[in-house]
């Protein structure tokens, strides 16, 4: 399913004007008073492309982490069902 081209294209299609805007935000926002760098949400997330173009464009200077939210990922590592996507891999990493 990912490696489908048309999709994939589509994909990208839609994370551009996002991409674009959030650019956009990121410049216009001053970095004074302290303030850190940001950590984007990516809502809907599902396979995650707007996310890892956004991982690939932005600057880490200007972001600290963005998070991916889907409704198939589980509430808690022990509560998966087939419908979920499976997180397994991210155990060490976050320490589960």
Same mark, same amino acid.
């Given at each position: 399913?990912?490696?489908?081209? +048309?999709? /994939? /294209?589509?994909?990208?299609?839609?994370? !551009?004007?996002i991409?674009?805007?959030?650019?956009?935000?990121i410049?216009?926002?001053? +970095?004074a008073?302290g303030?850190?760098?940001?950590?984007?949400?990516? /809502?809907?997330?599902?396979?995650g492309? @707007?996310?890892? !173009?956004?991982?690939?464009? !932005?600057?880490?200077?200007?972001?600290?982490?963005?998070? @991916?939210v889907?409704?198939?990922?589980? !509430?808690?590592p022990?509560?998966l069902?087939?419908?979920?996507?499976n997180?397994?891999h /991210?155990?060490?990493? @976050?320490g589960?």
């Amino acid at each position: 399913r990912i490696a489908k081209k +048309r999709r /994939l /294209l589509k994909e990208v299609a839609e994370a !551009l004007p996002i991409i674009a805007e959030l650019q956009e935000y990121i410049a216009a926002t001053p +970095r004074a008073c302290g303030r850190g760098r940001m950590t984007v949400v990516d /809502l809907c997330s599902g396979f995650g492309y @707007l996310s890892m !173009l956004l991982s690939d464009i !932005l600057s880490p200077e200007h972001v600290q982490r963005i998070v @991916l939210v889907d409704h198939a990922f589980p !509430l808690s590592p022990g509560a998966l069902s087939p419908r979920n996507i499976n997180p397994e891999h /991210l155990a060490p990493a @976050l320490g589960w």
